[in-house]
């Protein structure tokens, strides 16, 4: 066993990028019947409950293991923006929001249906802070842990009242590189495959199909490009991004030249190791 007095415990040394998302997926029935502003009023008193986070304790400060969101690409990868829009919870505005448009207190009730992934303790913990979250103004939240492949292909049904109106999941790129969230999450897709909010903006397709290139020849342009799509997202709020999962490192003081690479968050680079200070 290691003696406490030679350790140093490296926190937020690696991103998993593990990207959680909630999806509102077009909240079927219940936004199908209202029009203009109500429709509007009813999705953005729903996305009022959100923090840009969630916290599982009243001294949680949200440094820990699971870290709040701002935008979607996560702190630690290029083109990360801290000073991009986020929502924050404000229980009044969700109230009125919905009761303009009919439902909340007082009015019609709403039930909708939200599937995680089986076994994941983080969205087991989402989805019961969701549930208690939206009682109180009327909704119903039916809660289902699902196998990943049984609730990605209930999302991508073609029936549209087949699928889930909520879905929790995580995104990581294939590369450390952020454009593999814009062009799989984002991007239009007739049938969708990873596109589960079933988004469909020509002008951010555009935007999505410029970056990639112009990441090799001109990054602080692509950075630049990568805040106006996510500002676009954020106002849009096809997804809401609820935080990042990361790696804590506890290592001896003896051990010196560790470097997390986030494309290999498993990884030791033994040869890159030398004696510590």
Same mark, same amino acid.
């Given at each position: 066993?290691?003696?406490?007095?030679? %350790?140093?415990?490296?926190?937020g040394?690696?991103?998993i $990028?593990?990207? !959680?998302? %909630?999806?509102?997926t077009?909240?079927?029935?219940?936004?199908?019947?209202?029009?203009?502003?109500?429709?509007? +009023?009813?999705?953005?008193?729903?996305?009022?409950?959100?923090?840009?986070?969630?916290?599982?304790?009243?001294?949680?400060?949200?440094?820990?293991?699971?870290?709040?969101?701002?935008?979607?690409?996560p702190?630690?990868?290029?083109?990360?923006?801290?000073?991009?829009?986020a929502?924050?919870?404000n229980?009044?505005?969700?109230?009125?929001?919905? =009761?303009?448009a009919g439902?909340?207190?007082?009015?019609?009730?709403?039930?909708?249906?939200?599937? /995680?992934?089986?076994?994941?303790?983080?969205? =087991?913990?989402?989805?019961?802070?969701?549930?208690?979250? /939206?009682?109180p !103004?009327?909704? #119903?939240?039916?809660?289902?842990? !699902?196998?990943?492949?049984?609730?990605w292909?209930?999302?991508?049904?073609?029936? @549209?009242?087949?699928?889930?109106?909520?879905l929790?999941?995580?995104?990581?790129?294939? /590369?450390?590189? @952020?454009?593999?969230?814009?062009?799989?999450l984002?991007?239009?897709?007739? @049938?969708? $495959?990873? +596109?589960l909010?079933?988004?469909?903006?020509?002008?951010?397709? #555009?935007?999505?199909?410029r970056?990639?290139p112009?990441s090799?020849? +001109?990054?602080p342009?692509?950075i630049?490009l990568?805040?106006q799509?996510?500002?676009?997202?954020l106002?849009?709020?096809?997804?809401?991004?609820?935080?990042?999962?990361? $790696?804590?490192?506890?290592?001896?003081?003896?051990?010196?030249?560790?470097v997390?690479?986030?494309?290999?968050?498993?990884?030791v680079?033994?040869y890159?190791?030398? @004696?510590g200070?």
């Amino acid at each position: 066993m290691l003696n406490s007095t030679t %350790l140093e415990v490296a926190i937020g040394m690696a991103f998993i $990028y593990l990207l !959680l998302s %909630l999806f509102c997926t077009a909240i079927n029935e219940a936004v199908a019947g209202i029009l203009g502003s109500r429709a509007k +009023n009813l999705e953005q008193g729903i996305k009022s409950l959100f923090t840009d986070g969630f916290k599982t304790h009243p001294n949680d400060d949200g440094k820990g293991a699971f870290t709040p969101a701002i935008g979607i690409i996560p702190k630690g990868l290029w083109g990360y923006n801290p000073n991009l829009p986020a929502y924050q919870t404000n229980m009044a505005k969700a109230k009125a929001l919905l =009761q303009s448009a009919g439902y909340g207190p007082g009015g019609k009730a709403m039930t909708l249906n939200l599937t /995680y992934t089986q076994g994941d303790q983080y969205e =087991q913990t989402a989805a019961s802070l969701l549930k208690s979250e /939206y009682a109180p !103004l009327n909704i #119903k939240l039916n809660v289902a842990s !699902l196998a990943w492949p049984t609730q990605w292909s209930k999302a991508k049904s073609t029936n @549209p009242a087949s699928r889930q109106d909520i879905l929790l999941f995580y995104w990581w790129p294939d /590369y450390p590189d @952020p454009y593999s969230w814009f062009i799989n999450l984002f991007h239009s897709a007739n @049938p969708p $495959y990873f +596109n589960l909010a079933y988004y469909d903006n020509p002008t951010v397709d #555009k935007q999505i199909d410029r970056v990639e290139p112009l990441s090799a020849t +001109n990054r602080p342009a692509a950075i630049n490009l990568y805040t106006q799509i996510q500002t676009t997202l954020l106002k849009d709020s096809p997804a809401l991004f609820l935080g990042t999962q990361t $790696y804590e490192r506890a290592m001896q003081k003896s051990v010196g030249g560790y470097v997390d690479n986030p494309a290999y968050p498993s990884v030791v680079f033994v040869y890159s190791l030398k @004696p510590g200070q």
